[in-house]
């Protein structure tokens, strides 16, 4: 049975400084997925990462993946209000199916 | 488009009653998906379908039924409710041909069982 594991689970950090999401999974995947939900919303699709090494950046969040180590990383650098949020990371547990495995989330608050 | 919605927002169901949740994509997606979502939880995939007519289950299928008659719809019907079905429901569709295809989410129905 696939476990995802995601920690910190709850993350409260200020403006400007760097930090690291974690997302371990227990079994072999070759994608996974990062999502972002705001309070009370829906999700919204932040990376799709598909092989070893791969590495992903948009604005201030980089993602990264070493499935050789079943461990992907969001990495978030000079962190900015408008990204508190919960992060989820998901891995596909069907090969192709999009049969996600969610891990727990991260709450993130950033303090201005 | 409209993209994934679904109906209705909010419900509030008594103990042994029934109800469909509604969810509708325009995108022509193939594949369609239902997740819950406990306070505090991540989201776990109760029922998911490749096409019109194809549905299987994912990991808390237990008191619920989904039917795809059409790409667009995918209901998901709670029978017999329970308290332990308070949850956030989420709808999704991808279209799953490309490698990099991901999935989006429908605006959920909060769904309260007392």
């Known amino acids: 049975e696939l476990k995802v594991e995601q920690n910190p689970l709850f993350l409260s950090m200020q403006e400007g400084k760097n930090y690291t999401i974690y997302c371990n999974y227990s079994?072999?995947?070759?994608?996974l997925y990062w999502y972002r939900q705001d309070p009370g919303k829906s999700l919204e699709s932040l990376f799709v990462?598909?092989?070893?090494?791969a590495v992903k950046q948009e604005g201030r969040l980089m993602a990264s993946l070493d499935t050789k180590a079943r461990l992907s990383t969001l990495h978030i650098t000079a962190a900015v209000h408008d990204l508190s949020a919960t992060y989820f990371c998901?891995?596909?547990?069907?090969?192709?199916?999009?049969?996600?495995?969610f891990g727990q989330g991260t709450r993130l608050t950033i303090n201005p | 488009n409209a993209g994934v919605t679904q109906t209705p927002k909010f419900r509030i169901l008594k103990i042994g009653q029934s109800m469909t949740l509604q969810c509708t994509q325009d995108?022509?997606?193939?594949?369609m998906y239902w997740y819950r979502q406990d306070p505090g939880m991540g989201l776990k995939l109760i029922y998911y379908?490749?096409?019109?007519?194809?549905?299987d289950k994912g990991e808390v299928p237990n008191g619920y039924n989904v039917s795809r008659s059409t790409t667009e719809d995918f209901p998901l019907r709670l029978e017999l409710a329970a308290p332990s079905q308070t949850s956030v429901y989420f709808c999704?569709?991808?279209?799953?041909?490309?490698?990099?295809?991901?999935?989006?989410f429908g605006p959920g129905t909060r769904l309260t069982v007392l």
């Open positions: 999704a569709s991808s279209l799953v041909v490309g490698p990099t295809d991901t999935q989006y």
């Open positions: 079994t072999t995947s070759d994608r």
């Open positions: 990462l598909l092989s070893n090494g």
């Open positions: 998901a891995v596909d547990e069907s090969g192709g199916a999009q049969k996600l495995v």
């Open positions: 995108m022509n997606h193939n594949y």
């Open positions: 379908s490749v096409g019109a007519g194809i549905t």
